[in-house]
């Protein structure tokens, strides 16, 4: 069955890195689009970024500067790379499969001094 499990949550300072990864099973990764979301403490569930099987990426304009959206089909692994980040980078953060609408648990970061 499709599994997609994250990891590299936790808490950083403000104005560090974190590098979170989701394994992804189950199906034939290289072929998906692959995304990763986020939900803070009392908002929605917002889209971070996206990249489809041939590699494209799309970051949304809040954290284009700090964040940057890779894949290793290889591996099957899929990973956010987020720095320079800030309190309001603190979130749940979660791996998509849209085709499926899959979600994985999440993993939680939190940005504080």
């Known amino acids: 069955q499709v599994q997609l499990v994250e990891s590299g949550g936790g808490l950083v300072q403000p104005g560090g890195s974190l590098r979170l990864s989701c394994a992804a099973s189950?199906?034939?990764?290289?072929?998906?689009?692959m995304r990763w979301y986020r939900q803070a403490p009392g908002k929605e569930r917002e889209l971070v970024a996206a990249?489809?099987?041939?590699?494209?990426?799309f970051v949304v304009a809040s954290v284009r500067d700090r964040f940057i959206i890779s894949r290793d089909n290889a591996q099957n692994t899929v990973d956010l790379q987020m720095n320079n980040l800030r309190p309001e980078d603190t979130a749940v953060y979660y791996c998509?499969?849209?085709?499926?609408?899959?979600w994985g648990q999440g993993t939680q970061v939190t940005v504080s001094s």
């Open positions: 998509n499969l849209p085709r499926l609408a899959y």
């Open positions: 990249i489809a099987s041939a590699g494209d990426t």
């Open positions: 189950g199906f034939t990764f290289s072929r998906d689009t």
